[in-house]
């Protein structure tokens, strides 16, 4: 069973302030997602990283994908309260199965 | 584009029936379809993988009797809750892989079961 551990769970910082989320495991994947989740919706997809090391940036959204293929990084900077949401890492692993982190929950207050 | 949706909604039905959840890849084909299952600020639980044309493949611990999956074309997968309880009460979600050698999963909007 490959496991992904996502940190930390919960996270209430202030508008402007920068984070970043972690998703670690043992396991090689092939690739690696990362989705955002607002109540009573489903998850929407951020980003796919498939490449060790591969680093994407979308707006004020850093990913990296570690070179082993076994970790990731989220990084947001200057946080805004609209990016307030459940942050979900997911690994494609075998059979193209994902594995989904447990989430971190990201507050931000204006 | 990679637009999944789900119907209903939202559901509320007494103890003892059956529901049915449809889930739509609306301008892509999908040949892999996933359901899961998500509890209060929880992450996700894979509860099955849907193939079109073949049978889905259950994780440990899903009932397939329980909670039937077909997948009937490259556009629609549905889950069928059979002999609700509330314990089956929770949000269930769909996501849809858009063809071989892609990576990504798309989610559908969610269905909000209340067992009562």
């Known amino acids: 069973t490959q496991l992904l551990e996502q940190s930390p769970q919960f996270l209430s910082i202030q508008e402007g302030e920068n984070l970043t989320v972690y998703c670690n495991s043992s396991?090689?994947?092939?690739?690696l997602q990362w989705y955002r989740q607002e109540p009573g919706e489903g998850p929407v997809l951020l980003v796919t990283?498939?490449?060790?090391?591969e680093v994407k940036k979308l707006k004020r959204l850093t990913f990296q994908f570690g070179d082993a293929r076994k970790d990731s990084s989220l990084h947001i900077t200057a946080a805004q309260p609209g990016d307030t949401g459940l942050y979900l890492c997911?690994?494609?692993?075998?059979?193209?199965?994902?594995?989904f982190g447990d989430g971190t929950t990201l507050t931000v207050k204006p | 584009g990679a637009v999944v949706s789900q119907h209903p909604s939202w559901v509320i039905c007494k103890s003892g029936t059956s529901v049915k959840i449809e889930c739509r890849s609306l301008d892509f084909q999908a040949t892999t379809m996933f359901w899961y299952r998500q509890f209060p600020k929880q992450s996700l639980m894979l509860m099955a993988t849907?193939?079109?044309?073949?049978?889905?493949?259950?994780e440990q611990g899903v009932e397939k009797d329980k909670f039937l999956i077909n997948h009937a074309s490259l556009t629609l997968s549905t889950l069928t809750v059979t002999s609700a309880h509330p314990e089956d009460s929770s949000f269930y979600i769909c996501?849809?892989?858009?063809?071989?050698?892609?990576?990504?999963?798309?989610f559908g909007p969610g269905t909000r079961l209340t067992v009562t």
């Open positions: 849907s193939n079109e044309g073949s049978k889905a493949t259950y």
């Open positions: 396991s090689v994947f092939s690739s």
């Open positions: 997911a690994g494609e692993g075998n059979a193209g199965k994902s594995t």
């Open positions: 996501s849809a892989r858009p063809g071989q050698g892609a990576h990504e999963q798309y």
């Open positions: 990283v498939v490449t060790g090391g």
